[in-house]
């Protein structure tokens, strides 16, 4: 199953993509397999999202998961409420991508 993806930001030195990992197409998350007295319709998954973000000038990318994603899902709805300049939205994004190692694999 394809994650559902959403590219949230896209310049010439950086790109953000929101993943949702667990997820159903429609946003949803699915019920796992086993069923029991306490979950009926089979043990839930926790939805794990993420965010991917790619250091175009390096050709590096860092994945955001868990208390990480939670961070940056925070930097993301205070520029919601106050929209950022290019510029400070940039120098976030260079914050997070100085924890890249991986480099960009096209798959």
Not at 53 to 66: A, M, W
Not at 74 to 91: G, L, Y
């Amino acid at each position: 199953m394809m994650s559902p993806m959403h590219t949230l930001y896209d310049s010439e030195t950086y790109s953000v993509t929101h993943m949702l990992a667990n997820a159903e197409p429609d946003g949803s998350t699915r019920a796992g397999p086993l069923k029991t007295e306490r979950f009926p319709n089979g043990v839930p998954l926790l939805a794990r999202h993420g965010f991917e973000i790619v250091d175009k000038r390096s050709g590096k990318e860092v994945y955001l998961d868990g208390s990480w994603a939670e961070l940056f899902q925070r930097h993301i709805m205070a520029w919601q409420v106050n929209t950022p300049s290019q510029e400070e939205v940039e120098d976030t994004l260079e914050q997070y991508a100085e924890l890249a190692q991986n480099p960009v694999l096209v798959h």
